[in-house]
């Protein structure tokens, strides 16, 4: 049995991956995010109000807000069980290395999209490419068609959203660790058939950080043109600020109005992975909404890739901390990984024409 923590839009897509061949359970303290499910057994409350459910798992898939992720996914390791987990948290993940290994039970965390998928490819160019000097990383999700004011919809969560915008983002420049302001570079990116777009530097290398001995890299995200500019002015004007004017504070003012933003479009979802050595390589994925499905390439991307994972690392004989990018770095993972997201309509392509 398979539990999952979360049925938001991600869990409900790990549900999707899982439900035809696994026992599947779910865990979230929301009545109607439960009642959307089909197919699984569904419990309200908290992991802590579910502990007897949990120690019977096999393993937990979390899918929770950030802010709310390291508290409950130490709380499942003390229990004994092992974590995939996709959520952005704040706190080092390696901070729960030594508790995972204390429990004979492991951690993949950021297993979803990017972070996640973009590890993977991350580390199968860092082991194939003789020499590697720089990967370079450019990922985006994406409505399909420009949608006003901001030329976005909001398909994720709206905290991880902004906290894009906000957070300092942290690059590999010549073999060190350098943190920049994410919308200080602005630069154009165009892929043929698809678009033309513009991309800010995220902070998505997280782990890599650390894994990775490397003299160059850096990810980008994709927005239409235009959108970063918009983001720019509301942050320099004090939107995106948590200080309180009156007992609420603009950020959460902000919140509430890009909430607005969240309405049913059909999206994209784009990465592609690009390695500098001896020779350039790319890898190149781009996904749509899925008509039959109903579930969006966003939550494919992310709910798949975590789903996906977590079937790999039932057969794994690991503890302590792994990070999504050695299942690019160990080509038999690698492979297993690339074809159950085959067989789910997200291709992992080796060459793209800029």
Request: a neutral charge; proline letters at 4%; hydrophobic letters at 40%.
């Amino acid at each position: 049995m398979i539990t999952v923590v979360g049925a938001g839009n991600i869990g409900r897509a790990i549900v999707d991956y899982l439900s035809d061949d696994f026992d599947v359970s779910v865990i979230d303290i929301s009545e109607k995010a439960l009642k959307n499910l089909r197919g699984v057994k569904k419990f309200k409350g908290k992991v802590k109000d579910h502990a007897d459910l949990v120690k019977r798992s096999e393993i937990i898939i979390t899918a929770l807000p950030g802010s709310a992720s390291f508290e409950t996914i130490s709380s499942i390791i003390k229990m004994g069980k092992s974590v995939v987990d996709v959520s952005y948290m704040e706190e080092d993940p390696f901070l729960l290395d030594n508790v995972a290994r204390e429990n004979r039970v492991f951690l993949i965390p950021d297993a979803g999209f990017a972070p996640g998928l973009s590890n993977v490819l991350s580390g199968y160019l860092y082991k194939k490419i003789d020499g590697i000097k720089k990967i370079e990383i450019y990922v985006g999700g994406l409505p399909r068609e420009r949608i006003p004011p901001l030329d976005y919809t909001v398909t994720w969560s709206v905290e991880g959203l902004i906290d894009e915008y906000t957070r300092p983002a942290r690059i590999i420049k010549n073999y060190k660790i350098k943190t920049v302001d994410p919308l200080e570079s602005v630069e154009p990116f165009c892929i043929s058939n698809i678009g033309t777009f513009e991309t800010f530097i995220s902070d998505g290398l997280r782990t890599m950080l650390k894994t990775f001995k490397i003299r160059d890299m850096f990810e980008r995200t994709l927005r239409y043109p235009s959108h970063i500019e918009k983001i720019k002015l509301l942050r320099d004007l004090g939107f995106f600020s948590k200080d309180k004017i009156n007992g609420c504070s603009p950020y959460e003012v902000t919140i509430s109005l890009f909430e607005r933003l969240r309405i049913d479009v059909e999206d994209m979802s784009i990465l592609l992975v690009r390695g500098h050595g001896k020779r350039v390589e790319d890898l190149f994925i781009y996904d749509r909404y899925d008509e039959k499905s109903g579930i969006t390439s966003m939550a494919r991307m992310t709910g798949y890739t975590a789903a996906s994972v977590a079937t790999i690392a039932l057969e794994m004989d690991e503890y302590g901390v792994v990070p999504p990018e050695y299942f690019g770095m160990d080509g038999e993972y690698f492979l297993k990984l690339r074809e159950k997201l085959r067989k789910k309509g997200i291709i992992i392509n080796e060459t793209l024409n800029l």
